[in-house]
């Protein structure tokens, strides 16, 4: 995990943000993107429920995040080639830790997200990119989380999670 400053605040970083309307097409990386509370990100399949997975019930459907480091570890791990947006997940974070976040309450930016399970790599994930791609981030997912509050998140913004 990220250190944490002097109120026991650890801090991370937004690094990149990825949606696609439809379910299959390719990734696009606004630089900002509205997230809405309950729903998902403004712009994205899931969002609008036409997500390969939408049809599954539950939390822990509406954003999904991963690590940049995670994404670099599998590649230099295994030698696949791995662009992050290739993961389809939509928020690319630094400086933190994700599996951490399971069961807390965060911030990026003015939105405020609820870490509700890991997001282990899939079959079609091969489909969509090559072989190799659902090994290489085996246990390095990354999360699946919902929205508490929306607000727009734009690439830069702060990721803050305050204990307790």
Known sequence: MADADATGTVRGRLVGIYVTPQRG???????????????GL????????????????????????IEREAVAAAVADTGV????????????????????????????GDVVLCGVRSCPPCGYLDQRTRPGVRNALEHRGGLRADIVRGGALTVGDEIIIVPG
Not at 43 to 52: H, P, V
Not at 54 to 63: C, F, I, T
Not at 81 to 108: K, M, P, S, Y
């Open 81 to 108: 080639q791995l662009a992050e947006h290739e993961t389809r997940r939509n928020l690319v974070t630094a400086g933190v830790t994700l599996l951490d976040l399971v069961g807390r309450t965060f911030r990026i």
């Open 25 to 39: 097409a390719a990734m696009q990386s606004p630089g900002t993107v509205f997230a809405v509370e309950g729903k």
């Open 42 to 65: 403004d712009g994205d399949r899931y969002a609008a429920g036409t997500g390969t997975f939408s049809g599954r019930a539950g939390p822990g459907r509406q954003v999904t995040l």
